[in-house]
């Protein structure tokens, strides 16, 4: 947690001086070209200091491009300011970061050959409508000149940032840092060559107010705090994930506005301000995660994955055969070694207090045939939709009486497969955060009662809690389990926007997964938990049903290559083990459409394990 808390009081320091800076520009002792100035002849110092720590010289094109670096950073400083002199400082700085981002985008493109994504596309989007918000507040007289310094300033910045990343890949931090600081130090000392600025030099150097100038060094020396805690805090992490804080230096400069300056915070203002700090804050932290998942070391596509498979007998049975035939095909003749088997509620106790465990004990004797160990998930919310599996007699009761209901259920259950060695894992519901599905009310922490009372039936075995790959936060879920389940869908039918655009694919790439789980795993402060993949799409998502659904339509949306691919992505998202759905319908295709690839690829992928 250093590097967060690094990160924070650096983004603190630095929002506060930057209203500081409005205030001492408001007081006319400083303008833009004074305060450009002063910046980097006051950086010169960090020369100095710094020289013993590991200055040296590198090759003449790095110089170079570090001294271009340095320049071009304080014209950006010096646009900055002007745009400061015009505007409000909660205005300008989120507008300013806003633009830079997209600057830097744009000039890596033409440098260092990089590209346009989808999500670096929505995040510049959000970016540009975010500053064109904070510009929409300032006066229409003005409104073309601040545009202009503050697209002159995210120019400037941009290609700072740019040569920056090429002068630190080479020449190390301090060298580089040193080098920048010698090039804003040689483009400032043109402005002396001005008639105008040498007045305006020779004026403040006399001020008899001798506060402005201890506040501006000050302020300087706060900036230069916060700049040096923030990059101490990217050596303690990585660069984008510090990246994301920005919004709280946003948040500090509005509330110091407010307190110092009385800038406007009401009606149309406070509304355009929030929206636009928002959007701006959602762009970069899309950004950061996007930096970071590129940083990420890609995994190992030869390591050994364990491969299992989910059996679900309401499924078997829209296949029109007998469920214990499909499952004992498939573990017969694909033969995987783990299975996740499904205990509906709705099945096993057809009528109040009338348990019936005959089928799944026939499941689970399968399993047990053919050396398959056994996931079993007990709970309401179980896979298939309705998602719900609530028996008719209880579907109407009040949430507090279904509950009650369900452990009754559930102890019986787990008592009854407590001694089974086939079984190592329970899972307790099913993605019981998603909202997806059919369901009732539900009680307040159902979740965490429910796992509580399974482990005080069974404490011999860990918990398996799930939740959405895609949409699913993750957090509340794995924090109550043991271990964590991940579902993972590429082509899907959304309910809302299907009937217009049909399936979409999730434009996500598997690096999605893997900052997704180091974020998670951050957050709950468990970073030796396991994460696999419960649910891993292998079959087509049919509006009407798989078993509704003509053959031609279902293949040509969930063709062999596609499954195909599927499995590659799964494994470029690093996890270790996979539960693939949809068995029965492959069972269904090569038994009843005399089409075998799908089980052929299955059973390829299960040689493996």
């Known amino acids: 947690m250093n590097w967060l808390y690094a990160a924070l009081l650096g983004q603190f320091f630095l929002g506060i001086s930057f209203v500081f800076d409005k205030i001492i520009i408001k007081r006319r002792t400083f303008n833009a070209r004074l305060y450009a100035f002063w910046a980097q002849i006051l950086s010169g110092i960090s020369f100095f200091i710094l020289v013993p720590f590991g200055f040296g010289f590198s090759q003449l094109d790095i110089v170079l491009y570090a001294l271009a670096a340095g320049a071009v950073f304080a014209y950006g400083i010096f646009f900055l300011f002007k745009s400061l002199e015009l505007s409000e400082a909660s205005l300008v700085q989120p507008a300013s970061v806003a633009f ?5 985008f744009i000039i890596s493109m033409l440098f260092l050959r990089t590209y346009l994504g989808f999500w670096e596309t929505a995040a510049f989007v959000l970016l540009f409508l975010g500053g064109l918000f904070f510009l929409s507040l300032e006066n229409k007289a003005l409104r073309p000149k601040l545009f202009l310094f503050l697209l002159a300033s995210a120019f400037f910045f941009g290609l700072s940032n740019v040569l920056s990343k090429m002068v630190f890949s080479d020449a190390g931090f301090i060298s580089g840092f040193l080098w920048m600081r010698i090039g804003g130090i040689l483009a400032v000392l043109p402005f ?10 020779r004026s403040n150097l006399t001020d008899p107010e001798r506060k402005n100038k201890f506040a501006y060094v000050g302020n300087r020396a706060l900036a230069a705090f916060g700049f040096i805690l923030v990059q101490y805090s ?10 994301a804080t920005s919004s709280f230096k946003f948040a500090v400069t509005f509330i110091f506005a407010v307190i110092l300056i009385r800038e406007s915070f009401a009606g149309k203002a406070l509304i355009l301000k929030i929206s636009g700090t928002v959007i701006v804050s959602l762009g970069l932290f899309l950004l950061s995660l996007l930096s970071f998942a590129d940083s990420l070391q890609a995994p190992d596509n030869n390591r050994y994955i364990v491969w299992g498979l989910t059996f679900s007998q309401k499924a078997a049975r829209d296949m029109g055969a007998d469920p214990m035939q499909i499952f004992e095909d498939i573990l017969r003749d694909i033969k995987p070694k783990k299975v996740r088997l499904i205990a509906y509620w709705d099945e096993l106790e057809k009528g109040k207090g009338m348990m019936d465990f005959s089928f799944l004990d026939k499941e689970l004797g399968l399993a047990e045939k053919y050396n398959a160990e056994v996931i079993l998930a007990v709970g309401l919310r179980m896979p298939r939709w309705p998602e719900c599996h609530a028996p008719a007699w209880a579907r109407d009761l009040p949430p507090g009486e279904l509950h009650d209901y369900l452990k009754r259920y559930m ?6 497969y407590k001694n089974n060695k086939n079984i ?7 993605e019981p955060f998603l909202l997806f599905g059919e369901c009732p009310a539900r009680p307040k922490n159902f979740l965490k009662d429910e796992i509580a009372f399974v482990r005080s039936l069974d404490n011999s ?7 959405g790959g895609e949409l699913g936060v993750w957090f509340r879920a794995s924090r109550e389990g043991d271990i964590f389940g991940s579902t993972m869908y590429r082509r899907v039918y959304p309910r809302f926007i299907g009937p217009i655009f049909g399936l979409i694919d999730y434009p996500l790439s598997p690096g999605y997964f893997q900052v997704k789980e180091k974020l998670v795993k951050w957050w709950t402060r468990r970073p030796d938990q396991k994460f696999i993949i419960v649910e891993l799409q292998a079959e087509p998502w ?3 049903g798989v078993s509704n659904t003509p053959y031609e ?32 319908w492959w069972w269904q295709l090569k038994f009843k459409k005399n089409d075998p690839r799908y089980w052929n690829i299955a059973k390829d992928l299960f040689k493996s394990n």
């Open 100 to 104: 830079a981002q997209i600057f830097t």
């Open 192 to 201: 002396l060559l001005f008639r105008s600025f040498i007045a305006e030099f």
């Open 234 to 243: 990217i050596s303690l992490s990585h660069p984008a994930l510090v990246d």
């Open 411 to 416: 102890s019986e259950l787990v008592l009854h």
């Open 424 to 430: 190592v894992l329970w899972q307790v519901e099913n």
């Open 461 to 467: 075995r860990p918990i398996l809690t799930t939740d």
């Open 542 to 544: 049919a509006p009407k």
């Open 553 to 584: 339509e279902l293949v040509e949306s969930f063709s062999p290559e596609f499954f195909k691919e599927t499995i590659e992505y799964a494994k470029d998202t690093g996890f270790d083990e996979y539960y693939l759905w949809g068995a029965e």
